[in-house]
């Protein structure tokens, strides 16, 4: 698609800009006066209130648990929410945490169609941020594919208290911008019928995170 | 033999600007299609309900932001300072997109922009498409260029699949459906769902709940089977060549995901210079323009990810219209928008007239600013109006997250207007001749008099439609052709005696 009439398109393009911002465009400073971090450092137990606050008010389930109890909460959580059918897993999810659930492992080859029949997905995550209730993947072995959080219709996700940090600017100089990036705030939702709130429409309906401490 | 003007140029062409094109203006100006609107009572209601709902969510989260204003003066900044680099931002980003193992193709306007399209989605041999609600193909008309190339393009933002199916046209930046209550949805998706597949409950109810999960079943199958979908960006990332969309259903995701292309329709302007800056805008956007905290989903992708979502990628970045703007040193400021919609929620003009009355994609306050200049005024067009679309009451400034002076612009534009109109009519225009009146009328204290004695014959003209007690009566309508500012405004009653008569008669006694 590069062609000549696409280069031409491009040089035009670039030179009508130059153009309208003139010989000497003045350079302009940017002010970052906001905050960059919060007060509290990662994984303190009031972000994670504030976390659990946040997430409950999207109406999304939150439990807390050890790490000793977290394989028993999994479980748990599963025979609530996901009573019948195989749960998905990404290729790199710690085997514990799911003994004794029959798991169905991706190999990234799981089709679409197989995605859309399993009664859930359980992840781990990234990083979250407490201020804005927000777990963040980024499609490491542990959380996999975009498509294995998506299609389900439950999503469980794992997220260790160091891993939450207060603010998003926090949360953003710990990613890595080119891995795919899935922001979760809460479980799908649309206020486009008279800004009346609806919890679950194409994305998992349901969204459950584990608090694990310690 | 040529003369060198001194001006850059590419070819035989100067660079000069075209205007934008597409669905960027109305068949009618804004008074007659205000007038229109104000007459659709439940259309005020619905849309008045909606403004109030939405502005009190917004106060509320942005109040909870101890450094709101420190990140609105970092989103204006960093906007000015993107602008002031556009160029080599520009190529940066199709440099580390390409480097991803995305394709980047550009589009001097709407046409371009739709033949480029068409030609990638005929290429995979797709018939059909599913599409991210996105600002910049429903400007350029992407849907109806698809369909006329036999391509069925399907909304699936749940408010742009509310509009299509209702072949009706968006009235909101955010909630495209804002003009729809419950119970007109529910009669859209009875008439129409059942053609394309969906059999619907006879016991059907207008439950938004239950009009939701009606629109997921309708979907569902479309994501699941769609080989190519289209999408805007709220963001591109300069430094890293990283994509954003800001979404809440899911449905974006599903796009963004699932099918094997993707195609990415993008304003030049969307661009950020660095991976650190969405810290910024990722905290303005949703509060401003949901009222949440954080919305729902956000996905980052860059260029292509092997073995996750869509295997090949195209990004056009889009013209049309928007270098024009960016030679206005006022108006440019209006290319910084991100398209939050928090003005057009605080708008006491928006929440009466609905977004139809500014016969563009782009309505408000900051569609008042934008349209016109990505037209262009001709000092007739339609567009010429949409400057005056506003009381000037300031608070569009107030909630804007990346502080765009929407009133100076607008008045701005109101001069350029009447300067433009002046040029292109050989008649004085009636400010000018109003203005020239005037200041005859005041270098003179004889003529001054006599005019002030004159404004009496108002009382005269009044006679009839005044209303209010005396001292503070108003005048409701004049004859021709000063009705057409008594049209939609009161005038005091011009008083039965001058003030110079007065201070000549109680000096005296």
Known sequence: MTSLPQTAAREEVLARIRSALGSAPQAVEVTRGYRTAGEHPPGAPQLLDQLADRLVDYKAGVTRCTADELPAAVADVLARTAPQGRVLVPPGLPEPWTAGVDVLRDDGSTSTGTLDTVAGVVTACAVAVAETGTIVLDASPDQGRRALSLVPDLHLCVVRADQVVQTVPEAVSRLEATRPLTWISGPSATSDIELNRVEGVHGPRTLEVLLVTG | ?509
């Open chain 2, 1 to 509: 033999m040529t003369t060198f003007l001194g001006l850059p140029s590419v070819g035989q062409a100067p660079a000069r600007s075209s205007p934008g094109v597409g669905h960027l203006q109305g068949s009618e100006s804004f008074p007659t299609a205000a007038r229109r609107a104000l007459g659709d009572t439940q259309l005020r209601s619905n849309i008045g309900r909606a403004t109030t709902t939405i502005r009190g969510k917004r106060a509320r989260v942005v109040g909870e932001v101890p450094d709101w204003e420190e990140l609105r003066e970092a989103g204006r900044t960093l906007k000015a300072a993107t602008m002031s680099r556009l160029p080599e931002l520009l190529a940066q980003l199709e440099e580390q997109v390409t480097a991803q193992g995305g394709t980047v193709h550009w589009a001097r306007d709407a046409a371009e922009a739709n033949a480029i399209v068409t030609a990638l989605v005929q290429a995979t041999g797709a018939s059909e498409v599913v599409k991210v609600k996105s600002m910049a193909t429903q400007e350029i008309g992407l849907n109806e260029a698809l369909e006329a190339a036999g391509i069925d393009a399907w909304e699936t933002d749940l408010a742009e699949l509310i509009v299509q199916l209702g072949h009706d046209l968006p009235s909101h930046i955010l909630v495209p459906a804002i003009h729809r209550n419950r119970s007109e949805i529910r009669e859209i998706f009875r008439r129409e769902m059942p053609g394309l597949g969906t059999e619907l409950p006879p016991d059907l109810t207008d439950e938004p709940r239950e009009l939701a999960m009606t629109a997921r079943r309708h979907l569902r199958r479309t994501f699941l089977r769609a080989q190519v979908a289209i999408s805007g960006a709220n963001f591109a990332v300069a430094e890293t060549g990283t994509l954003s969309v800001v979404e809440s259903e899911g449905n974006g995701r599903m796009c963004l995901t699932l099918p094997k292309t993707l195609i990415t329709v993008m304003g030049i302007e969307k661009l950020v210079p660095t991976w650190q800056d969405l810290e910024v805008f990722l905290q303005l956007l949703p509060r401003s323009s949901t009222g949440e905290r954080m919305n729902p989903y956000t996905s980052m992708w860059t260029g292509v990810t092997p073995g996750d979502g869509p295997q090949e990628f195209h990004l056009v970045l889009l013209d049309n219209g928007r270098t024009a703007v960016l030679a206005d040193e006022v108006g440019r400021e209006a290319l910084h928008c991100i398209r939050c919609s928090a003005c057009l929620n605080v708008c006491p003009v928006y929440e009466r007239t609905g977004g139809h009355a500014y016969g563009s994609v782009y309505p408000g306050p900051i569609g008042a600013v934008l349209s016109p200049q990505l037209t262009g005024m001709t000092g007739d067009a339609v567009n010429d109006s949409l400057p005056y679309a506003s009381s000037l009451c300031g608070a569009c400034y107030d909630v804007c997250p990346v502080k765009i002076d929407i009133p100076s612009i607008l008045v701005e534009l109101r001069a350029q207007h009447v300067e433009t109109a002046a040029r292109a009519s050989r008649l004085p225009t009636p400010e000018a001749a109003a203005m020239k009146a005037a200041a005859v009328a005041m270098t003179s204290p004889v003529r001054w008099r006599l005019a002030q004695r004159a404004s009496r014959l108002g009382r005269l003209l009044a006679r009839g439609s005044r209303t209010g007690t005396a001292g503070e009566r108003r005048i409701r309508s004049l004859p021709p052709p000063l009705s057409a500012w008594t049209g939609t405004r009161d005038l005091p009653e011009p008083p039965a005696e001058t003030f110079r008569e007065r201070w000549a008669r109680e000096g005296r006694a």
